[in-house]
């Protein structure tokens, strides 16, 4: 499987982020995948954010599930990381994964005005 995650690089502070990762190699309906976000602040160690499993089904960080939001579009095989209300504090590389252990590449995200 390969994932690509692709977005801005730049947002503003009170904006929402939004993400997409694109699967190829599998399709995101596939049995018992759980199709994830985390991310790395610089100097820190990786964060988990939420996922969306091959059923639909949706799982939050209980620190950001109040900003974060993970959908899908199955026709084009992506899924989606939005994250409202963004502050500099949300500054960091921003990775997609499939679950098992096969990630993205990632992608700087910088939240500044």
């Known amino acids: 499987v390969q994932l690509q995650e692709s977005g801005p690089g730049l947002v503003k502070p009170s904006q929402t982020l939004s993400l997409t990762c694109t699967v190829s190699g599998y399709s995101i309906t596939r049995n018992y995948y759980r199709w994830s976000w985390i991310r790395q602040p610089p100097g820190k160690g990786l964060e988990w954010m939420g996922a969306i499993d091959w059923s639909g089904n949706t799982y939050y960080s209980a620190s950001l599930k109040n900003r974060t939001s993970v959908s899908r579009d199955t026709t084009k095989n992506q899924f989606t990381l939005q994250l409202t209300s963004v502050t500099p504090e949300d500054t960091d590389v921003y990775y997609c994964?499939?679950?098992?252990?096969?990630w993205g590449r990632g992608t700087q995200v910088t939240v500044s005005s």
């Open positions: 994964g499939d679950g098992v252990g096969c």
